[in-house]
C-alpha cells in the first residue's frame, strides 16, 4: 500500500510552511521549535516530499520551500531515514523530476543531488541510469529536469562518477552528453555543456576518448543565439587550454578569433568568460606566438573592458563623493590573515628576497565588487599580457592612452588610469621616457572631483613608486607624497583606503629617503587616526608599521615617539584580548618596536606582558579544547603567533634590555610548548622568538638548551620552508653562544642540515640561512663538522656568494676556513667554487681576510705554479681579477 498523508498532519505541515514565509522574528522562532519537534516523527519527511511532488493546489514557493526543508534534513540526519521512507523520497524524486514548473524541477533536482551526495550513488544503483534515460524523453520538461539533476550530480560528484567505484559511468553518460549538443532546446544544450565541463580539469579518461568529437561540438555551437550555451561554449574553451591545449593549436587562428567577439558579447556573463581566455592563454609557452597577430584587435578590447559598467558605479555609489563619517558595515571588513615572521638575510642591492611580496594582484581599489568582473578580469589579462609583450605592446596602446587619460567623461579617464596601472610592470622599461610628463598628470588627478578618479589615481601611482623613488626627490618624490597624504586625510573612505595602501607601497621603495618628511608623515597619519572608520584604520597600521620598517632608527627621536605612541597605546589600551583588530596592531608594534629600539623602552612593560598572557591564554584553551572538545571551543591560535612574533620584535628592538622582563615571566616554559604546536605557523614563530632571545638574553635560554635541542632537529624538515627556515636560523644563533659546548647536539641537526642544502629546488632563503647555521656549527666545533665538507662545500658556496656582507655571514665563513684548516683535502674537488665565494665579498674584516689569504696561497703552492694556472684559466674574467688585486692569487 502505497503512503497516504493523513488530512490533519497536512494541515499542520502546510501551517507551518506559510509561517515560515513570513518576516516576523517571533514567528521564525517557533516555526524553528515546530521544525524541531515534527522532526521526532519519522514520515514527517514523507508529507514534505508529499506537498513537493503531489500537492499540486498549492503555490509553488511553497512546495518548493517544503523540498528545500526536505534537503535540509535530508543533509542533516539522512542515516536515520527508516528505509521505507528513503525509498519513497528517491521514486518521489525520480517520478516527478518532469513536473511542469522550472521551480519544482530544480527543487528536486538539489534534492536529488542531496541525496546522491551523502554517499548514496552507490547505494542507489538505479539513479544515474534512469535520468540517463529519461534524457530521452518526448516530454522537454522531463528532459530538462533530468539534465537539471544530472549537472548538479556533475558539478557535486564528477571525481566518484569518473572511478571504479560506480563501475565508470561516465563512459555511458559523456558520449550521450555530447549528443544532446544539437538539441533544439537552449536551456537542454546549455545543461549538456555544462555537465561535460565538469570533467575537463579532472581530464577524465571517458572524455579524452572522445575529446575530437567534444571540440567539434563546441565548434558547431560557435554561433549560438543563447547567451547561456554561448557562455558555457568560452568556458569549455578555456579550460581546454589549460589541459589539451595540443588539441587546440591547430584550430588556434580560428579560436582567437572567436574569444576576440566574445570577450565584445553584449551579456557581460559570456564576455566575462571569454576574457579569462587571454589570461589563460599568457600562461601557456606559445602564447606569443599565437597572439602576436592579434594584439592590434585584442588591445583596444581589452581596454574597453576596464571601464566601470553602469551597475558597477551605482553599486560603488560611484556618486556618492563623502562618506568619512558613515560607520563601516562589519560585513564589508575581510578577515586579515597575519604572516608569521620569515628570518631572511640581506642581498646584495639591498633588497630582500626577490618575488616575496605576492601582493593583491590587479586593482585592489574595489574591494566592495571583490566578486570578480569583467574590468578585473580585462585588467588582469592586460597584465600579465603586458608581462608577456614587454615593449611590443606599447605601439598599440600609446595611441588608445592619450585619448582615454585627457578625456573629459570621467569614467573613461579613470579606465585609462587603471591600463596605465595594469601594464606598469610589463612594461616599465618602454614607459619610462613618458613618465615625466605623466606622473605630474596623475599627480593632478589626485584632486579630480570624482572620488573613484582620486582612488585609482592613488593605485596607479604606487604601481610607479619605484621609478618615481630613482629620480631626484624634488622631480615627483616631493609633490607625489604631498598629495598622497593629503588624500589620506580625504572625505572618500574608498580613497583613504587606496592612498593608505599607496603610501604604504611608496614607503617600501623610498626607505630612508622619507626622513627629511618623518615629521610631516606623523602629523597625517597620527590625524587620520581620529579621522578613520574601522576598516581604514585596519590599513592605517599597516602605513605605520611599514613606515617604522623603511626608516629604522632614524625614528628614534623625542618629537617623533611623542607623536605617534600616545594614539596607538591609546588603542592598544581600548582592544580585549579577543578582539581580533589586536593583529594588525600588534604588528604594527612590532615594527614600531624594531624601530625604536631604546625609544620603546618606556612602553615595552605593559606590551610585553600582553603578549606572555595572549599566549599564555591561548595555550590554555588548546589545552582545554583538546581534553574535552564537545565542552570547549578550539581558540584562535592567530592571536598566540601574533603574539609571539611582537615579542621577537621587542627583543629584535630592545636587545639587552628585555633581559629583566624575560626574568619575570614564564615565556620559557610557554616558549617550550609552543614549539611543539600541531600547528606549523605557531612553531615557526616560536622558533623566532627563540633566536631573537638567544641574541638579546641568552642567559635566560642556555638552562633550556637540552630540552630545546632535539625539537629544533626534528623540525628541519623542508616540507614546512618557513618553520625549517626559522629552526635552522635558531641553531645558528644558539651556535654562537654556546662556543664548544655545543659540541654535543651536532649529531641531532647536521646531517638533516646537509640532507636540505643539496636539495634541488629548496628556496633561496632557506638555503641561504641553512649555509650559514653549517658555517657556524663548523665555526665552534671544527672538527665535528670539517669531515663532510666534500657533501656540502659546493651548494654552501653558491647559496652565499649573493649575500651581503654582514655578522652571519663573517661567522660562516670563518667556520669554512677553520673547517678547511682540519679537512684541506674536501674542498680539493670542489675548490673553483670556494674561490668564487670568497671574491663576493666586499671588505672582510682584517684578519677573515688574512684566512682567506693563507688557504689560496697555500692551495697554489700545495699544486704547484704551473697546475694552478691551469686551474685558474677556469675562472671568468671578473673572478681573476678580483682574486689578483685582493689575494695576489
Aim: glycine share 4%; hydrophobic share 40%; with cysteine.
Amino acid at each position: 500500500m502505497e503512503w497516504q498523508p493523513d488530512e490533519q498532519g497536512l494541515q499542520q505541515v502546510l501551517q507551518l510552511l506559510k509561517d515560515s514565509q513570513s518576516p516576523d522574528t517571533a514567528t521564525q522562532r517557533a516555526v524553528q521549535e515546530k521544525l524541531e519537534q515534527l522532526n521526532q516523527f519519522p514520515d514527517f519527511n514523507n508529507y514534505l516530499i508529499f506537498v513537493l511532488t503531489s500537492l499540486k493546489s498549492e503555490d509553488e514557493p511553497t512546495r518548493s520551500l517544503s523540498g528545500l526543508i526536505l534537503k535540509n534534513n535530508v543533509k542533516a540526519h539522512y542515516q536515520s531515514f527508516p528505509p521505507n521512507v528513503a525509498d519513497f523520497i528517491k521514486r518521489e524524486c525520480l517520478n516527478n523530476i518532469g513536473d511542469p514548473s522550472p521551480l519544482i524541477r530544480a527543487t528536486i533536482g538539489i534534492l536529488i543531488t542531496t541525496i546522491a551526495s551523502k554517499g548514496e550513488l552507490q547505494t542507489w544503483p538505479e539513479l544515474l541510469p534512469q535520468l540517463c534515460n529519461l534524457l530521452n524523453s518526448e516530454d522537454y520538461n522531463t528532459c530538462e529536469g533530468s539534465f537539471g539533476a544530472l549537472q548538479k550530480i556533475c558539478e557535486d560528484s564528477s571525481e566518484l562518477l569518473d572511478s571504479e567505484a560506480l563501475n565508470r559511468p561516465l563512459n555511458i553518460m559523456i558520449p550521450k552528453f555530447l549528443q544532446f549538443f544539437k538539441h533544439c532546446s537552449p536551456k537542454i544544450r546549455s545543461h549538456a555543456i555544462a555537465c561535460v565541463n565538469q570533467f575537463i580539469i579532472g581530464r577524465a579518461q571517458a572524455l579524452m576518448d572522445n575529446i575530437d568529437t567534444f571540440i567539434e561540438s563546441l565548434f558547431a555551437l560557435a554561433g549560438d543565439e543563447d547567451s547561456e550555451v554561448r557562455k558555457n561554449v568560452c568556458r569549455a574553451l578555456v579550460m581546454l587550454l589549460e589541459v589539451r591545449i595540443d588539441r587546440l593549436i591547430p584550430h588556434m587562428h580560428s579560436i582567437i578569433q572567436y574569444m576576440l567577439q566574445r570577450t565584445q558579447d553584449p551579456d557581460e556573463n559570456v564576455a566575462l568568460e571569454a576574457c579569462e581566455f587571454w589570461l589563460t592563454l599568457a600562461e601557456q609557452p606559445i602564447c606569443k606566438e599565437a597572439l602576436s597577430g592579434h594584439l592590434v584587435q585584442l588591445i583596444p578590447i581589452l581596454v574597453n573592458g576596464m571601464k566601470y559598467s553602469e551597475i558597477d558605479i551605482i553599486l560603488l555609489k560611484g556618486d556618492v563623493e563623502e562618506d568619512e563619517a558613515i560607520p563601516d558595515s562589519e560585513q564589508d571588513i575581510k578577515p586579515r590573515f597575519h604572516k608569521s615572521r620569515t628570518v631572511t638575510l640581506q642581498h646584495e642591492g639591498g633588497e630582500g628576497e626577490e618575488g616575496e611580496d605576492i601582493d593583491d594582484d590587479e586593482d585592489d581599489d574595489d574591494d566592495a565588487l571583490s566578486d570578480w568582473n569583467l574590468r578585473k578580469c580585462s585588467a588582469a589579462a592586460l597584465d600579465v599580457l603586458a608581462n608577456v609583450f614587454r615593449e611590443e605592446l606599447l605601439p598599440h596602446l600609446l595611441p588608445l592612452l592619450k585619448g582615454l587619460l585627457f578625456h573629459h567623461d570621467w569614467v573613461i579617464k579613470e579606465s585609462g588610469i587603471l591600463v596605465l596601472g595594469a601594464i606598469a610592470e610589463g612594461c616599465m622599461q618602454g614607459m619610462v621616457p613618458y613618465l615625466p610628463e605623466l606622473i605630474p598628470h596623475l599627480i593632478q588627478c589626485l584632486c579630480d572631483k570624482k572620488a573613484l578618479v582620486r582612488s585609482i589615481a592613488c593605485w596607479t601611482l604606487s604601481r610607479y613608486a619605484h621609478w618615481v623613488v630613482s629620480q631626484p626627490p624634488d622631480a615627483h618624490l616631493k609633490p607625489l607624497m604631498t598629495e598622497l597624504l593629503k588624500r589620506i586625510l580625504d572625505g572618500n573612505k574608498r580613497v583613504q583606503e587606496a592612498a593608505c595602501s599607496a603610501f604604504a607601497t611608496l614607503e617600501e621603495e623610498a626607505c630612508t629617503e622619507l626622513v627629511p618628511y618623518l615629521s610631516f608623515i606623523l602629523d597625517t597619519l597620527v590625524f587620520a587616526f581620529g579621522k578613520y572608520q574601522h576598516k581604514n584604520l585596519l590599513i592605517l597600521y599597516d602605513a605605520i608599521g611599514t613606515l617604522a620598517d623603511s626608516v629604522g632608527h632614524h625614528l628614534n627621536q623625542p618629537e617623533y615617539i611623542q607623536k605617534l605612541m600616545p594614539p596607538l597605546i591609546a588603542k592598544w589600551n581600548e582592544l580585549k584580548d579577543e578582539d581580533k583588530d589586536l593583529f594588525p596592531l600588534l604588528e604594527c608594534l612590532s615594527s614600531v618596536a624594531t624601530a625604536l629600539q631604546s625609544g620603546f623602552l618606556p612602553y615595552c612593560e605593559p606590551v610585553y606582558q600582553r603578549c606572555v598572557t595572549l599566549v599564555q591564554k591561548t595555550l590554555a584553551q588548546a589545552m582545554m579544547y583538546s581534553q574535552q572538545p564537545d565542552q570547549y571551543e578550539a581558540p584562535d591560535k592567530d592571536f598566540m603567533i601574533v603574539a609571539l612574533d611582537l615579542l621577537s620584535g621587542l627583543a629584535e628592538g630592545l636587545g639587552g634590555h628585555v633581559d629583566t622582563l624575560v626574568a619575570r615571566s614564564n615565556i620559557m616554559t610557554l616558549l617550550f610548548q609552543c614549539m611543539q604546536d600541531t600547528m606549523p605557523e605557531v612553531r615557526q614563530s616560536s622558533f623566532a622568538l627563540l633566536g631573537d632571545l638567544t641574541k638579546a638574553c641568552f642567559l635566560h635560554v642556555k638552562p633550556c638548551i637540552a630540552e630545546f635541542m632535539p625539537i629544533l632537529g626534528t623540525n628541519l624538515n623542508p616540507e614546512f620552508i618557513s618553520v625549517c627556515n626559522n629552526a635552522t636560523w635558531a641553531i645558528g644563533e644558539i651556535c654562537m653562544q654556546m662556543g664548544v659546548e655545543m659540541q654535543p647536539y651536532i649529531a641531532m641537526v647536521l646531517n638533516q642540515l646537509v640532507e636540505i642544502i643539496n636539495r634541488p629546488n629548496t628556496p633561496k632563503t632557506l638555503l641561504e640561512n641553512t649555509a650559514i647555521t653549517i658555517g657556524r656549527l663548523g665555526y665552534v666545533c671544527p672538527q665535528e663538522v670539517a669531515g663532510m665538507l666534500p657533501q656540502f662545500i659546493r651548494p654552501w658556496c653558491t647559496s652565499l656568494r649573493n649575500i651581503r656582507d654582514n655578522e652571519e655571514k663573517d661567522s660562516a665563513f670563518r667556520g669554512i676556513c677553520m673547517m678547511i684548516g682540519v679537512n684541506p683535502g674536501g674542498v680539493v674537488q670542489d675548490f673553483i667554487f670556494f674561490c668564487d665565494a670568497v671574491a663576493s665579498w666586499v671588505n672582510p674584516k682584517d684578519d677573515l681576510r688574512d684566512m682567506f689569504y693563507k688557504i689560496l696561497h697555500g692551495f697554489k703552492e700545495q699544486v704547484g705554479e704551473e697546475n694552478w694556472q691551469q686551474f685558474s684559466e677556469q675562472f671568468p674574467p671578473l673572478l681573476k681579477e678580483r682574486l689578483a688585486a685582493c689575494y695576489g692569487v
